[in-house]
């Protein structure tokens, strides 16, 4: 049974800085390209970002380059997004994704239950 559970989220002021962690299990995570995605009260789940499987390609939504960065560590299973001089309008359920043959563009097969991130003064 393949598992993505996600972590770090919180409340944060603006301009402040989070790391979010997804751990997955029940698949071969070194070969699995993985992805972040989140969504904001009455908007739809939209891309934030993906890296490949070796973590050598990365992709991010606009509203989000030069802010948050994808790392991965494969030897844990886990991936991470890190998230800097976040906005109010960064407010959303973050979820961990993962999908077998594309990171750009994803389309998961699998998610996590999401985090809730939430930026306000």
């Known amino acids: 049974q393949v598992q993505l559970v996600e972590s770090g989220g919180g409340l944060v002021q603006p301009g402040g800085s989070l790391r979010l962690s997804c751990v997955a299990s029940?698949?071969?995570?070194?070969?699995?390209?993985m992805g972040w995605f989140r969504q904001a009260p009455g908007k739809e789940r939209e891309f934030v970002s993906s890296?490949?499987?070796?973590?050598?390609?990365?992709y991010y939504a606009d509203f989000v380059k030069g802010r948050f960065t994808i790392p991965r560590d494969n030897d844990i299973n886990t991936v991470y997004l890190q998230m800097n001089n976040l906005e109010p309008e960064d407010t959303a359920v973050y979820y961990c994704?993962?999908?077998?043959?594309?990171?750009?563009?994803?389309?998961?097969?699998?998610w996590g239950q999401g985090t809730q991130v939430t930026v306000s003064s």
């Open positions: 994704a993962a999908n077998k043959t594309n990171a750009r563009g994803m389309q998961p097969t699998y």
């Open positions: 890296l490949t499987w070796t973590g050598a390609m990365t």
């Open positions: 029940g698949l071969p995570f070194s070969r699995w390209h």
